[in-house]
Structures are given as structure tokens and as C-alpha cells.
């Protein structure tokens, strides 16, 4: 039974070489000369001024922005050092709070707006960090913007149209509006 | 649900079961020596690697001789990432100055990531260098899932064998299944996963300015002048001005970990996290590696026992259990939660919203892609998550912790989802034998006492661990503080623990507090024993098949390809996964389901 030991201790040196050093340096290799922009984080605006990832979501609260998904990352949201979600439960009091809370801080932000909110603006994402929300979450804030930033509703819904992402190759996943890029836009900071 | 919903569906279980023939077929070549394109190339390095490592390559194990050296391997590897995160700080490649974890997070996480489970009690952006990812996480996700595919191989050749004393090499099973599919498969995958925009860097982390400067709400907001003198802790140390991002060599380690059903995280978030997971294709090919190996052994077993009908038969039996429960939660998740309807929320589908429960749900990804991933990364025991299985429906999740204490054999993990479904085939056709008063047999072997005895070990072990586990934490205040959420779904939240680490699936109801010394520990032993007492009894099974003679096929032979035999199949897997844990999840998902539906009835 104790023959296999150096057998084990050497194979397991041999794939650590392979599979842990050789393996991902190869892939890094590879993918900065083929995707260097993605593998990098995908980073809007130049490599000495970022603008901010477009994969990743950052925090909107005033009126003149359009705003994310709540995200529950910890010390502070859209921690893009610290990724998470909320973890409460169906039933759990805290959630039906956070959520009567969001609520009646979009109201508050547009007393004239008292349809239904359109969920995803009013639930935690999975990573904290989701940078999109739906077409429908955008469309609610659309008037709020308008206002906030003295500009006609068809002038802001033209920008919304225009950073939609529809159903990659028309089938997979949902349609959704990447907020960073939309805000970036409404600001005229993204060429 | 939306007929885009059903199309998408539709498209992954075609994708799956149209790449799974011809993997399981190239997987049997591999396995069976046959002289495969990778192979006449990498052959060198092979033979080099054998005469280096002193392993004899045609010297066939007994399986007590298998199972020492497979212990022997998955013991140092285990000591290494110990040891490896143990000593982190003063290693290079640590660009955010990770401090060394501590001792029992660090036993808890070389036990989870040498079984093949990758249960997480720390958040990976937060806790491991970079180095200690690479040459311990990376490591262990290729070695503990070829080591998975091993025992299967043996096992089958249990089967194929007559009279014989070995059931393989484990060396040359381990060398095989990473050098020539983990790791081309992985090489692959990574790269596409990267050109959709999955990170794959070792610069350090990335600071980059907010787009939204200034008051937030009544509050002052400092500028970034005054960030950079520090002087931000006498402002509003709550609302920064800036935003780290956090990167890494991230890729390599998601192609693996999603292919080898490993499932642990490169970020806190796993693949909801959109440097893991960033648009709905690479979500697409991240599911489908989940299920891909699983799916395609089960060809390889076909092909290897010269009857491609039972491998057939078995895949038909996974994807139909497979099938029906991701229907529930698909239709569980799209229903969404009544509580929030109640406060005005908008709920339902429509072309520009997916609605449902999306509290812990990613935009892109919907309900449709999350509940499909919710289910294959529990059919499998992969665990990764594309969203927060904590915050499903009571339903939903119910589904997903009854997928893992089935056994984890709906797929299962990659080769351990077989060898445990194969188990169940023995106890199907030892209930069939009963029924029809004939002797049990299988491909051709009399299933006798020693088989049904270790089939019975094999079931029982993750039965007392999870069940005898969560009592244990339910009854000790270490076990009760983790908790999160209060009432039945706190209960839930333990049960799916110790059955996500009896199953070594890895997946969580991510609200429990699991990085203290109770459950580092008590899930460590559930997650060791889970892995190695089944592998254990498995080898034993094969070993004793292989020494067995092959008797004829005659007209009283239940054939197994058929689909009466599928159903038997099953009725077996679903009967003891009911009989054995309904019971406590009535305690858990049941009770909160009919609380939640009380509540909101008359609304």
C-alpha cells in the first residue's frame, strides 16, 4: 500500500506543473493576443482614464440617472471587490422591506409615476455587480430622467432604444439595457 | 412559460444529447488505450511521465490496490492547497496581499476542492491569491474530477471482465482522463469564455472613477481630490467616489471547474458574477459543460460493455428525471413571489421583462436561464450558480436540495453521476429479481449478496450525514447562528448544506454563515465521507464483479435497454430519494410553501 506514495507525491507535482502553471499561462497567453480588451475586464473609455467596466454595474441614485439593480455587495453596493447577493428568502421580512423601501424611493423620486415597479428594479441581483436591467425597468425611469435633466421623454427613450441589447442571436437570454452605458451616454461621455 | 423559454430549453437539450455521443465514444477510446489523435502526440510526455513517477502502465490494480493509490493521491493533493493556503502570504503572484486563511476554513476548503465538491465558505475575490487559485483550486478541479471518471472506468470494467484479479491502473485512468479530455476540452472552452468577456489577467485589481460623483441622497459625497489625500474617512465612509474591480487568471479555472461538475467559484458570486459569466452565450456553453461529461459516460459505458442500448437507456432515465423537475422550477421561479405582489411589484413575463422571482437573479439571464441552471448544477453535483439558490421560491429550491439527496445521480458528477446511478441500476434489477423470484443479473454478472450490501452502503452514507448532520446542527447554538433567514427556511438553509456536502455537490443556500469551526468541520467529514466510503464501496463492487464469470443471456433475462427498465430505473432512484427525505423537506421548503401561500390566499 505505501508503494503508491511516490507515485502519487510525483503525478501530483507533474499535473500541479501542468494543469496549474502551464495550463492557465497558456490560456493567458492565448487570450491577450486574441481578446486582450475582454481578458482585461472589458473596459470602457482609454487604458489611462477607464470609464468604468461595461460588464460590471456601478451605483446610480440621483434623479437625472437611470438606476440599477439594487445590489446587496457589502461594505457598500456595486462593490466590485466583493461580489454577492442578498440570500433572503422568499418570506423573509427583511426582503418584503428592502423592497417596500425601493418602492417608495422611486416614487418619491417621481410622484406622478404610480404604476407597478417592473421587479428586477426592486430585487437584489446574484452578483451585486449585474450592470443591466430590463427594457421594462428603463421605460418606468424614463420620465424621472426627462425631467431631472430638462429634456423631452422621446429624446431619452431614443437613447434607451439605442443601448437596448436584444436576445443574443435573437434567442438566448433576456433582453436588457446596459446602465452604465446608457448613463455614460445621457452624459455625452461615451463616443 | 414564453415560447422563447421553450426554445431555449429546447436548444440546450439538443445541444447536450447531439455532443454527448461522440465524446462518450472518444472518452471510451481514451479509456480503452486506443491509439486517439492526442494521444500519438502527447504520447511521450506520457510514457515520460510513468517512468519518471516509477508507475508501471500495464500493471493492472486489485481494487483494494486501486483505492490505496487513488487515497494516497487525493490525500497529498488535499495537503497541498492546505498547505498552499496556509502559507499564501508569503507566496508570489498575491498582487492584493491576501492574508494566509485560517485553519479550519483552510482544511475546509482542501477537503471540499480534493472531493470534487468546491463548497466555498469564503469569498474567492476576498480570500485566495492568485497562485493559490492557479496551483491548488485549478489543480484539484482537473485531478478530482479525472479521479471521479477513474473509479467509473474501473467499475465498468467490472462488468466487461470474467474471472479477472484487476479492474485497471488508476495512474494511467488519472493520466488519461486529464491529459487527453479535461484538459483540451478546458483549453478550448476557456478561450471562448474569454472572447465573450470572462477575465483572464494577472494585473492587479482595477480602480476605476464613478459616473455618479457628488450628493447622494442628503449626503456629501467626498470628490476624488479629497480620496486621494485621504480624507474621506472624516466624510461619508459609506459612499465612495471610486470602485476596485476585481480580475485574475479567471477563465482557465471556469472551463474546468464548469466541465469537471467542481463548480467553485473564481468570484464570490460564481458564475452570476459578470467577470465569470458575462452575456447568455457564454452562460449557454458554461450549462452545457455542466451536463456534458455527465452525460456523454454514459455512452462510454455503452460503448465499453459492447451495448450502446444500456448506455441509451441509463441517459434516457437521467434526462427524463431531469427534465420534468426543471419544468417545476422553471414554472416555481416564473410564478414569482405573491408577497411582493402584494406591494405593487410587476411580476409578470412580457417582451420587455422576464418577471418572476428575480430577487437574486442576473438580468441577463432571466428566469428561464437561471432556473435551467439552477437544476442542471444540482442533477449534476457541479454546484456553480448562476444566481442565489438561497432566494428561490420555496418550491424552487425544494427541487434543488431533493435533486442533490437523490443521490447526485441525475447526471451526477463526472464519473461519480454514473458509477451511483449504476448502483442504483443493481438495486432496480435486485427488486426486479425479487418480484420475478430469479437471481439477479446485470450485463451479464449475478448481482449477489457482497454487490446489494455495498449498494445498500452507498445509499445509506449520504442519508446519515445529511439527515444525521442536520439534526446535529439544528440542536447546537453553533449550528443555529449561522442561519440567516428566520423560520422554515432557515432549516432549509442547514438541510441544503449538509446534503450539498453529502452529495459533494458544493452549491449553497448561501445565507448560512459556513466559515466558522462548526461547519468547517462537520461538513469537511460529510464532504470526505461522502466522497470516499462511496468510492470505497464502489471499487469493492468492481473488484468483485470483475472476479465473477459471465453468464449466458437467455429468454428469462430481464433486459435492461428497454423502457419498462427505465421506468423501474426511475421508480428506484425517485422512491428512496422520497421515502428517505421527504420527511425533512416537509419541515423546510413544504412548510414555507404553504406559509407563503396562506398568507397571501386572499389577496
Redesign the interface.
Known amino acids: 500500500?505505501t508503494n503508491?506514495?511516490?507515485?502519487?507525491?510525483?503525478?501530483?507535482l507533474?499535473?500541479?506543473v501542468?494543469?496549474?502553471?502551464v495550463?492557465?499561462l497558456?490560456?493567458?497567453f492565448?487570450?491577450?493576443i486574441?481578446?486582450p480588451s475582454?481578458?482585461?475586464?472589458?473596459?470602457l473609455g482609454s487604458n489611462e482614464q477607464?470609464?468604468?467596466?461595461e460588464?460590471?454595474?456601478?451605483?446610480?441614485?440621483?434623479p437625472e440617472?437611470f438606476w440599477g439593480?439594487p445590489s446587496a455587495t457589502s461594505?457598500?453596493s456595486?462593490?466590485?471587490?466583493?461580489?454577492?447577493?442578498?440570500?433572503?428568502?422568499?418570506?423573509?421580512?427583511v426582503?418584503?422591506d428592502s423592497?417596500?423601501a425601493r418602492?417608495k424611493a422611486l416614487r418619491d423620486a417621481d410622484p406622478s409615476h404610480s404604476?407597478?415597479?417592473?421587479?428586477?428594479l426592486?430585487?437584489?441581483?446574484?452578483?451585486?455587480?449585474?450592470?443591466?436591467?430590463?427594457?421594462?425597468?428603463a421605460?418606468y425611469q424614463i420620465n424621472r430622467v426627462a425631467k431631472a435633466r430638462h429634456m423631452s421623454t422621446d429624446s431619452v427613450r431614443e437613447l434607451v432604444d439605442r443601448y437596448t441589447e436584444s436576445?443574443?442571436?435573437r434567442?438566448?437570454?433576456?433582453?436588457?439595457v446596459n446602465v452604465?452605458k446608457l448613463?455614460?451616454a445621457l452624459?455625452q461621455?461615451l463616443k | 412559460m414564453t415560447a422563447?423559454g421553450l426554445?431555449?430549453i429546447a436548444?440546450y437539450f439538443v445541444a447536450l444529447l447531439l455532443l454527448a455521443k461522440p465524446l462518450g465514444v472518444y472518452m471510451a477510446a481514451v479509456y480503452e488505450n486506443h491509439p486517439v489523435f492526442l494521444k500519438r502526440i502527447l504520447a511521450t510526455l506520457e510514457t515520460g511521465?510513468y517512468r519518471?513517477?516509477?508507475?508501471k502502465p500495464e500493471q493492472d490494480m486489485g481494487w483494494k490496490?486501486y483505492a490505496?493509490?487513488l487515497l494516497?493521491?487525493n490525500?497529498?493533493?488535499g495537503l497541498?492547497v492546505f498547505a498552499l493556503q496556509m502559507l499564501q502570504a508569503y507566496l508570489p503572484l498575491n498582487p492584493q496581499q491576501m492574508g494566509n486563511v485560517t485553519i479550519d476554513s483552510a482544511f475546509n476548503t482542501a477537503v471540499s476542492f480534493a472531493t470534487n465538491t468546491n463548497w466555498q465558505g469564503y469569498?474567492g475575490?476576498?480570500t485566495m491569491s492568485y497562485l493559490t487559485q492557479?496551483?491548488?483550486l485549478?489543480?484539484q478541479?482537473?485531478?478530482s474530477a479525472a479521479t471521479g471518471m477513474a473509479v467509473l472506468v474501473a467499475m465498468i470494467r467490472g462488468f466487461q471482465r470474467t474471472h479477472a484479479d484487476g479492474i485497471g491502473n488508476f495512474?494511467v485512468d488519472?493520466?488519461s482522463g486529464?491529459?487527453y479530455i479535461l484538459?483540451p476540452l478546458?483549453?478550448v472552452l476557456?478561450?471562448v469564455l474569454?472572447?465573450?468577456?470572462?477575465?483572464?489577467?494577472?494585473?492587479p485589481?482595477?480602480t476605476?472613477p464613478?459616473?455618479?460623483q457628488g450628493?447622494?441622497?442628503n449626503a456629501v459625497l467626498p470628490t476624488i481630490d479629497e480620496l486621494s489625500v485621504g480624507g474621506h474617512e472624516k466624510h461619508v465612509p459609506?459612499?465612495?467616489s471610486t470602485?476596485?474591480?476585481?480580475?485574475g487568471?479567471a477563465?482557465?479555472?471556469i472551463?474546468?471547474k464548469q466541465l469537471g461538475t467542481n463548480g467553485g467559484g473564481f468570484?464570490?458570486?460564481n458564475s452570476?458574477?459578470?467577470?465569470e459569466n458575462?452575456?447568455?452565450?457564454s452562460?449557454?456553453l458554461e450549462m452545457l459543460a455542466i451536463l456534458l461529461i455527465p452525460a456523454a459516460l454514459c455512452h462510454t459505458f455503452g460503448t465499453m460493455v459492447g451495448d450502446p442500448r444500456q448506455g441509451w437507456a441509463i441517459l434516457s432515465a437521467m434526462t427524463l428525471v431531469f427534465a420534468s423537475l426543471l419544468f417545476v422550477t422553471v414554472g416555481a421561479e416564473q410564478g414569482?413571489?405573491p408577497?411582493?405582489t402584494a406591494?405593487?411589484?410587476?411580476?409578470s413575463v412580457?417582451?420587455?421583462?422576464?418577471?418572476?422571482?428575480?430577487?437574486?437573479?442576473?438580468?441577463?439571464?432571466?428566469i428561464v436561464?437561471?432556473a435551467l441552471w439552477a437544476t442542471a448544477t444540482t442533477a449534476a453535483s457541479n454546484g456553480s450558480?448562476?444566481?442565489?439558490h438561497?432566494?428561490?421560491?420555496?418550491l424552487g429550491g425544494m427541487i434543488q436540495i431533493w435533486l442533490i439527496q437523490l443521490g447526485e445521480v441525475i447526471f451526477g458528477g463526472v464519473g461519480s453521476g454514473l458509477y451511483g446511478m449504476l448502483v442504483f441500476v443493481l438495486i432496480a434489477v435486485f427488486v426486479a429479481g425479487l418480484m420475478i423470484g430469479r437471481t439477479p443479473e446485470y450485463l451479464g454478472k449475478k448481482i449477489e449478496a457482497f454487490e446489494i450490501k455495498m449498494a445498500a452502503v452507498v445509499i445509506l452514507i449520504p442519508a446519515f450525514f445529511i439527515l444525521g448532520g442536520t439534526a446535529l446542527a439544528v440542536m447546537v447554538e453553533a449550528g443555529k447562528t449561522a442561519v440567516?433567514?428566520?423560520?422554515?427556511?432557515g432549516f432549509?438553509e442547514i438541510l441544503y448544506a449538509f446534503s450539498s456536502a453529502a452529495g459533494n455537490n458544493g452549491s449553497a443556500?448561501?445565507?448560512l454563515s459556513v466559515n466558522s469551526s462548526f461547519y468547517n468541520i462537520a461538513l469537511a467529514i460529510t464532504m470526505l465521507i461522502g466522497r470516499y466510503g462511496i468510492i470505497l464501496a464502489v471499487l469493492a463492487i468492481a473488484g468483485s464483479l470483475a472476479a465473477k464469470k459471465t453468464v449466458p443471456t437467455t429468454v428469462g433475462t430481464l433486459p435492461t435497454h428497454t423502457p419498462l427498465f427505465v421506468m423501474l430505473l426511475i421508480g428506484t432512484v425517485l422512491i428512496v430519494g422520497a421515502l428517505t427525505f421527504v420527511p425533512a423537506l416537509a419541515l423546510g421548503p413544504v412548510v414555507?410553501h404553504l406559509?407563503?401561500a396562506a398568507q397571501h390566499l386572499e389577496q
Open positions: 500500500m503508491h506514495i511516490k507515485p502519487a507525491i510525483l503525478m501530483l507533474f499535473f500541479t501542468l494543469t496549474g502553471i495550463y492557465p497558456a490560456v493567458t492565448c487570450a491577450q486574441v481578446f475582454q481578458a482585461n475586464g472589458s473596459f477607464p470609464l468604468g467596466s460588464l460590471i454595474g456601478q451605483a446610480f441614485n440621483r440617472y439593480r461594505p457598500v456595486y462593490n466590485g471587490g466583493a461580489s454577492g447577493g442578498s440570500n433572503q428568502g422568499p418570506t423573509n421580512p426582503l418584503i423592497v417596500k418602492i404604476e407597478a415597479v417592473p421587479v428586477d426592486v430585487t437584489a441581483s446574484a452578483s451585486g455587480l449585474d450592470p443591466h436591467i430590463s427594457p421594462a425597468a421605460s436576445r443574443q442571436w434567442i438566448l437570454g433576456e433582453p436588457r452604465l448613463n455614460l452624459d461621455r | 422563447n426554445l431555449q436548444l511521465l519518471l513517477s516509477g508507475v490496490d490505496a493509490a494516497w493521491f490525500l497529498f493533493g497541498a469569498g475575490e476576498t492557479m496551483i491548488g485549478s489543480v478541479n482537473f485531478v495512474w488519472l493520466t486529464t491529459l484538459l478546458s483549453f476557456a478561450l474569454v472572447g465573450q468577456g470572462v477575465v483572464q489577467t494577472f494585473k485589481y482595477q476605476v464613478l459616473v455618479e450628493r447622494v441622497g459609506t459612499l465612495p470602485q476596485t474591480l476585481a480580475l487568471p477563465a482557465s479555472q472551463a474546468i468570484f464570490n458570486a452570476a458574477h459578470p467577470f458575462p452575456t447568455p452565450l452562460n449557454f414569482g413571489n408577497a411582493l406591494l405593487g411589484v410587476e411580476q412580457g417582451v420587455d421583462q422576464s418577471g418572476g422571482n428575480m430577487e437574486g437573479k442576473e438580468t441577463r439571464f432571466g436561464n437561471s450558480v448562476n444566481s442565489m438561497d432566494s428561490y421560491t420555496p440567516a433567514n428566520p423560520g422554515a427556511h432549509s443556500f448561501a445565507g414555507e406559509s407563503l
